[in-house]
Every structure is written in C-alpha cells, then in structure tokens.
C-alpha cells in the first residue's frame, strides 16, 4: 500500500510542503489541467508536475483523472482519433514514472451532489446529496454546485441530446471498445488503468451509467480480463448504493483495485446521504472492515484519503481540504498499520 493525496497541481491553495507532512505520505495524485479533454498534455507540462512533486519529497505515481472524451463514450467515428490520443497520454505517463491511472465512463457529468456545505452539529460541513433536490433540476441548465460548469447552455443540450436513446449495453460495449484499443499501451508501459465508479452509483438525468457495483465489474472483467484493466475502489461512490457489501467487494477484488478512495458516508433516508470524516464510527462505510478485506487478500495499490469535511475554519475546495484529509489519511496509515501487523 501506498498512502497518497490528491493535489490539484500549482493552483492548489494547499503547498507540497504541507502535503509532506503528513507523515507516511509517498506522493500525490494529481493532473495535466489545462489541456482540452481528449488531447495529448505535452510531456514537459508532465515533467515539470513530477518535478516539483519530487522536489518536496513525494512521487507522482498516479495520474487522476485522464478524461476520456464524450465521443468515446458515444461510440462516434471520431473516438478512433480520441483513443490515440489517449494512448499517447498513457505513453507519456509512463514516461515521467505514472504506474497508475484514475478514469471514469460517466456520460457528461462526474461526481453529482446537491449541496456543497451540509453542517454538521460539530459546526463542520462536508459535501452531501438530496435526491429529491437533484430531481428538481433541469439538467439543460445546470448551476450544479461544484461541477465544474465546462459547458454552455448550448453545448450541454446538445451533448444531452446526443446521448438520447443511449443503452446502458451501448454505453457498455463502447467501454469494452476502448479498453481493448488501450490495453496493449498499458501491456507495453506497465500502466495500471483505475475505472472510477459511477456517484452516486445509479443513472441521473436519464443517462445511463455502468459502474455501479458487483455485476457490473463482473462483465467488464469477462469482457476485457487484461489485469492492467482494473478499478478504483471509491467507498464513497460504491457506498452510496445499499446493495453494494463494500467488505466483500474489497475482499474479492482486491489485486484488480490498482487504487483506493477511502471514505465516509452516512445515510439519510432513501438515496440521501451526507460525507463524513474517516472514521469507521463516523457513518455506514465500515472503513476498518474494507482495509481488512484488502490487506488479508493481498492489495498492493495507492490509496488516498478522499473528500473531508471543512473542519477549524478551513473554507477549501469542496470534499478536497487540508486538515480533514490530513486527519483521514493518518487514520488509514493507522489502520493498515495495525492490520498488517495482525496479519503477519
Ligand atoms: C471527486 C472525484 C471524481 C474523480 C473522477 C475520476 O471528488 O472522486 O471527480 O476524480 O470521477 O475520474
């Protein structure tokens, strides 16, 4: 296992030096921001990342995310030029020492939640969902909170538009499509590729989405069962479902789990849910038995704290501040720790 920490590159409020810090820190996970989705970041914007990672001390061994391009995931004759592209960025990676790679086949909007400040009685906040506010949106003009408004007006209804009708075995068979175009890049670099979960782990807007849980990963590794084609394991997105047994998910995949988010969430009625600080006790991801399913059936990936709360004052970048990762991440190196020892 390796600990790690997200770092939005050199417009992160928060310095390399802090991240060191933290004590059992190896290297932060972190991406090329600036270039369009679905072309090739130059390698010298690649190098000059890892430079300054390793400056303070800290690999840069996990690239989150490489976007993969709407046309991939639409299945249109241009995902033929995306897709090289994309093999060249995987090139690159492997050039400046990348192993992994965090990517995600949800159609047009990421990670989706309802409110970016959710107060805790403790006076902190974290991130949560309502899905009955989500509902209430009109997805041709979303001011999401959060979601990094990339497209216009325009821009979004047409991309909607285009995905109507789309099957989830459509959407399906055009991950599968991808993954045997990347594979033999990944076979040649080394390059581990992480599929991030669909969150919430259900369709939104209509869309369909295909990351959801158990059956889900079953077909995708029937379909392309190349080892480099694996998963990031997100409690956070995975948990938000009540079907999904994350102790049991962990334990049967854990050598396909390239990379691990590990956080917390707690219910709050039937889809709702709120984000919470690590700790096992602190909500219904039970996180010590996860790590325990992972180290006893023979993990070897990065893992990262993921979303905090805001806690002490800190007004950060939703789910992504310093001191309640920090906290989280010492809790995992905790729990890893005492595990292993057990185990040996
Ligand atoms: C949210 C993150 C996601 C994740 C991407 C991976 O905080 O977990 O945005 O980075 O879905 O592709």
Same mark, same amino acid.
């Given at each position: 296992?390796?600990?790690?920490?997200?770092?939005?590159?050199?417009? +992160?409020?928060?310095?390399?030096?802090?991240?060191?810090?933290i004590?059992?820190?190896?290297?932060?996970? &972190?991406?090329?921001?600036?270039?369009?989705?679905g072309?090739?970041?130059?390698?010298?914007?690649?190098?000059?990342l890892?430079s300054?990672?390793?400056? $303070?001390g800290?690999?840069?061994?996990v690239?989150?995310?490489?976007?993969?391009?709407?046309?991939?995931k639409?299945?249109?004759?241009?995902?033929?030029?995306?897709? !090289?592209?994309?093999?060249?960025?995987i090139?690159?990676?492997?050039?400046?020492?990348?192993?992994?790679?965090?990517?995600?086949?949800?159609?047009?909007?990421?990670?989706?939640?309802t409110?970016?400040?959710?107060?805790?009685?403790d006076?902190s906040?974290?991130?949560?969902?309502?899905?009955?506010?989500?509902a209430?949106l009109?997805?041709?003009?979303?001011?999401?909170p =959060?979601?990094?408004?990339?497209?216009s007006?325009?821009?979004?209804? $047409?991309?909607?538009?285009e995905?109507?009708?789309? &099957?989830?075995?459509?959407?399906?068979?055009?991950?599968?499509?991808?993954?045997?175009?990347?594979?033999?890049?990944?076979?040649?670099?080394?390059?581990?590729?992480?599929?991030?979960?669909?969150?919430?782990?259900?369709?939104?807007?209509?869309?369909?989405?295909?990351?959801?849980?158990?059956?889900?990963?079953?077909?995708l590794?029937?379909?392309?069962?190349?080892?480099?084609?694996?998963?990031?394991?997100?409690?956070?997105s995975?948990?938000?479902?009540? !079907?999904?047994?994350?102790?049991?998910l962990?334990?049967?995949?854990?050598?396909?789990?390239h990379?691990?988010?590990l956080?917390?969430?707690?219910y709050?009625? +039937?889809?709702?849910?709120?984000e919470? =600080?690590?700790?096992?006790?602190?909500?219904?991801? +039970?996180?010590?038995?996860?790590?325990?399913?992972?180290?006893?059936n023979g993990?070897?990936?990065?893992?990262r704290?993921d979303?905090?709360?805001?806690?002490? =004052?800190?007004d950060?970048?939703?789910?992504?501040?310093?001191?309640?990762?920090a906290?989280?991440?010492?809790?995992?190196?905790?729990?890893?720790?005492?595990?292993?020892?057990?185990?040996?």
């Amino acid at each position: 296992m390796k600990m790690t920490f997200r770092w939005y590159g050199e417009k +992160d409020c928060i310095p390399l030096a802090y991240i060191k810090q933290i004590q059992g820190m190896s290297g932060v996970v &972190t991406a090329v921001y600036d270039t369009p989705v679905g072309e090739v970041w130059e390698l010298s914007a690649l190098e000059r990342l890892k430079s300054l990672a390793n400056a $303070a001390g800290l690999e840069m061994e996990v690239i989150e995310s490489v976007p993969v391009h709407e046309d991939i995931k639409l299945g249109k004759p241009s995902r033929v030029r995306y897709t !090289e592209a994309y093999k060249q960025n995987i090139r690159n990676c492997a050039k400046v020492g990348v192993k992994c790679i965090c990517y995600n086949f949800m159609p047009v909007f990421d990670w989706l939640r309802t409110d970016l400040k959710f107060v805790h009685p403790d006076g902190s906040n974290s991130l949560a969902y309502d899905g009955a506010a989500l509902a209430a949106l009109d997805p041709d003009d979303l001011h999401l909170p =959060g979601w990094d408004e990339s497209y216009s007006k325009d821009e979004l209804g $047409a991309l909607l538009a285009e995905y109507k009708g789309m &099957t989830h075995e459509q959407l399906f068979e055009n991950l599968v499509w991808f993954l045997r175009e990347i594979m033999p890049v990944c076979d040649e670099t080394g390059v581990n590729m992480a599929i991030h979960p669909d969150d919430p782990p259900w369709d939104v807007f209509g869309l369909p989405r295909i990351v959801c849980g158990e059956a889900d990963y079953e077909r995708l590794f029937a379909a392309v069962p190349d080892p480099h084609n694996g998963i990031t394991f997100c409690t956070g997105s995975l948990g938000a479902s009540r !079907e999904n047994d994350l102790v049991a998910l962990a334990g049967k995949y854990a050598k396909r789990i390239h990379f691990a988010h590990l956080r917390q969430l707690k219910y709050d009625g +039937d889809v709702n849910f709120y984000e919470n =600080g690590h700790q096992t006790a602190a909500g219904d991801v +039970d996180v010590f038995g996860i790590v325990r399913a992972l180290v006893r059936n023979g993990f070897e990936g990065y893992v990262r704290p993921d979303h905090g709360r805001n806690v002490w =004052g800190e007004d950060a970048k939703p789910g992504y501040g310093l001191y309640d990762r920090a906290m989280g991440a010492c809790y995992l190196t905790g729990l890893f720790e005492a595990v292993e020892k057990e185990e040996k």
